[in-house]
């Protein structure tokens, strides 16, 4: 199962955004799923997961800023993201906690925060 990230654009400093993530199977809805994000010449990086029972973590860097929740009824995964900054500009992805449930990344969502 690939999950499919959408939702980005360009938004000014301070913004919002909701990025949505959508796959289908049961596979989905119960397990956790995680949002990521790759900015140009880094890594990687964990910015906030939920578990199938609705449990979250986020990154230092979002907390109080990001918000993740699902759907399970609609096999989707939100991410609201607010007070956005610059440094948050990013491709983001959404995909199993796991790593042995994943099947590739999928081409993400691109979030370009302006100043």
């Known amino acids: 199962v690939q999950l499919q990230a959408s939702g980005g654009g360009l938004v000014q400093a301070g913004g919002s955004l909701r990025l949505s993530c959508a796959a289908s199977g049961s596979t989905f809805t119960t397990n956790a799923i995680a949002w990521y994000r790759q900015a140009p010449g880094k890594q990687r990086e964990l910015v906030a997961q939920?578990?199938?029972?609705?449990?979250?973590n986020y990154a230092d860097s979002v907390k109080g800023r990001f918000t993740i929740s699902r759907d399970n009824a609609k096999t989707t995964v939100y991410l609201r993201m607010n007070s956005l900054k610059p440094e948050d500009t990013a491709v983001y992805y959404c995909?199993?906690?796991?790593?042995?449930?994943?099947?590739?990344w999928g081409q993400g969502t691109q979030v370009t925060v302006s100043s």
């Open positions: 939920i578990s199938s029972g609705g449990f979250t």
């Open positions: 995909n199993f906690l796991i790593p042995l449930l994943r099947s590739g």
